[in-house]
């Protein structure tokens, strides 16, 4: 960053340039006739300039005392901004090139502007940033409302920013960019004014097209590409798969109660800190997958995986093998699915009854109504205290499912239930350590008492009990760890 005597310049004032020869010879005689009529401007700390460097500079040569005015603490950068155009364009001719030019400078530092305004609003209101969720037996998001723009037309708003408030035209910011990013040299040419932008894109395109063009290899035929939809409507492509659609068999003790995932939704928009999938879903390695990222997303071409997965021979009489777990990244019965999509996944089911579907949500009113599969595994995962009505509630009126179980994973705080006889299974577990796009969510552990409570309670009620082997942290054979209820629902 530039200075002027004790004080910092602000980059964008910088960028237009100082005024020399004659012109500035007269401002200093100006100065030495009638002082400094318009002050020089400083931000509200008094520590960078705003406005004001040929003024500062004609006071300075004509040992003419500055005079500062003071912004108020309440500028933005965006208001600084603004501030330092409108100051700077009344003052001086620019030609339309200039202009444009100064577009793509202010384009630049308002971008750099808004993206400190958004850190600093995320840091001191963390509650809206994006965040998820821990283990495998959820599949957890955020909030509608947090939906950014597309970066495209993000830009087109930047860009259509930039040209109003420095006066410059769409077509010539377009113009300043082909030239900026091209042909440097000729930008600079037109900054100071030696040659007009027509012209130098005129000398960008004929430097284009003299260029030597390279051999045209065969291009190999691309991807059929298919067009899925968001929660919202929106299309994303997505290349054809070239297979037919199957179950994920699942790998690892993540998921230790079922052999396979299956997921024609992904994504979600409840926002728990912890969740396994959104850490998936917006890691770089798993991008091809999860074209919206963790946005939610329809997957019509899944909807066939049940009636072409094809359990192996050496697993055929493992009971795991016959269960799949439905969505394990997504909340298939979240408030913004739409309907149609549970009610082709839910038609997909029913017309393959072979499978014990295992699904798990934590808006279990939606299940209330729904035509089920005669092996369901029909799920509500509770978290926290204010859950527990709301489970309670629509396990009551649930009827035509196989089995009714409880996740309650990660077990965040002590839980009170009224009634568990309405569960047959009841699975408990700890938070595992996750890395979200916000920073690192470490792994938390249930007090004993939370889970013995719970433990004996489900006793109680005729309740199966499975504990996740993550409550015990390390259970290698060094360190065995006690053996944990590892029950399942009876057939």
């Given at each position: ?259 396979w995932s299956w997921n024609p939704v992904t994504g979600c928009l409840h926002g728990c800190t912890y969740c396994y999938a ?214």
């Amino acid at each position: 960053m530039a200075t002027l005597g004790p004080y910092e310049v602000h980059p964008f004032a910088d960028a237009f340039p100082l005024i020399d020869g004659e012109e500035f010879e007269e401002l200093v005689r100006d100065v030495k006739r009638n002082g400094l009529r318009e002050p020089i401007i400083l931000n509200h700390d008094r520590t960078v300039l705003i406005d004001g460097r040929n003024r500062w500079r004609a006071c300075d040569e004509a040992g003419v005392d500055q005079v500062f005015e003071t912004l108020p603490a309440r500028y933005t950068e965006s208001m600084i901004l603004d501030l330092i155009v409108s100051k700077n364009m009344a003052r001086r001719q620019l030609n339309p090139g200039q202009r444009a030019l100064m577009a793509l400078e202010y384009e630049r530092y308002y971008a750099e502007a808004a993206k400190k305004a958004e850190a600093a609003r995320k840091l001191t209101n963390p509650s809206n940033q994006h965040v998820t969720q821990s283990s495998a037996t959820r599949a957890d998001l955020r909030t509608a409302e947090e939906w950014v723009e597309p970066q495209a037309r993000r830009q087109q708003r930047s860009d259509e920013r930039a040209a109003k408030v420095v006066g410059a035209s769409g077509r010539a910011v377009q113009q300043a960019k082909a030239v900026a990013r091209d042909a440097p040299d000729l930008a600079a040419k037109v900054r100071t004014g030696e040659i007009a932008l027509d012209a130098a894109d005129k000398q960008r395109r004929a430097r284009i097209a003299a260029m030597p063009k390279p051999e045209r290899v065969p291009s190999k035929p691309g991807p059929v590409m298919l067009t899925l939809r968001t929660h919202d409507g929106a299309e994303v492509a997505y290349p054809k798969p070239s297979g037919k659609a199957t179950f994920n068999e699942s790998k690892g003790d993540g998921i230790s109660w079922a052999a396979w995932s299956w997921n024609p939704v992904t994504g979600c928009l409840h926002g728990c800190t912890y969740c396994y999938a959104r850490e998936i879903a917006t890691n770089e390695r798993f991008r091809p997958g999860f074209p919206a990222g963790f946005t939610p997303l329809f997957h019509h071409e899944r909807l066939d995986a049940p009636a072409n997965t094809v359990i192996p021979a050496a697993h055929r009489d493992d009971p795991a093998y016959q269960r799949v777990f439905v969505c394990s990244m997504a909340d298939l019965y979240g408030r913004w699915v739409p309907q149609e999509w549970i009610d082709q996944v839910h038609a997909s089911m029913c017309a393959n009854p072979a499978w014990q579907y295992i699904t798990l949500t934590k808006f279990p009113d939606r299940y209330v109504g729904l035509e089920m599969p005669p092996g369901a595994w029909v799920g509500t995962s509770v978290d926290e205290q204010k859950r527990v009505r709301i489970a309670e509630r629509a396990f009551q009126q649930i009827d035509g499912a196989a089995v009714k179980w409880l996740s309650l994973e990660p077990l965040k705080e002590p839980l009170e239930f009224t009634d568990l006889s309405m569960f047959d299974w009841v699975v408990i577990g700890a938070q595992t350590e996750t890395r979200q796009p916000g920073g690192t969510v470490p792994a938390f552990a249930p007090n004993f008492e939370w889970v013995a409570r719970i433990v004996a309670q489900a006793r109680e009620a005729g309740c199966r009990v499975h504990l996740k082997p993550n409550l015990l942290g390390r259970t290698d054979s060094g360190h065995p760890g006690m053996q944990l209820p590892d029950e399942y629902p009876l057939p």
